[in-house]
């Protein structure tokens, strides 16, 4: 097996677990607004056109 020096796998169970952290001691309110003020956050940082594209392409 090769070594790598970047592995995607492990950046993402580390990312989830990070985001399960934050969110088990909330109530299911809470982490709602959690991911609503997350996904405001994304739309503000990606121009509408490139949405509108990824809607309509689905």
């Given at each position: 097996?090769?070594?790598?020096?970047?592995?995607?796998?492990?950046?993402?169970?580390?990312?989830?677990?990070?985001?399960?952290?934050?969110?088990?001691?909330?109530?299911?309110?809470?982490?709602?607004?959690?991911?609503?003020?997350?996904?405001?956050?994304l739309?503000?940082?990606?121009?509408?056109?490139?949405?509108?594209?990824?809607?309509?392409?689905?």
């Amino acid at each position: 097996m090769k070594n790598k020096s970047f592995d995607c796998v492990e950046m993402k169970r580390k990312g989830a677990e990070g985001v399960y952290q934050k969110v088990a001691s909330l109530s299911i309110e809470q982490q709602l607004e959690y991911w609503r003020k997350g996904s405001a956050s994304l739309r503000q940082q990606i121009p509408s056109e490139s949405i509108k594209k990824a809607v309509a392409t689905g």
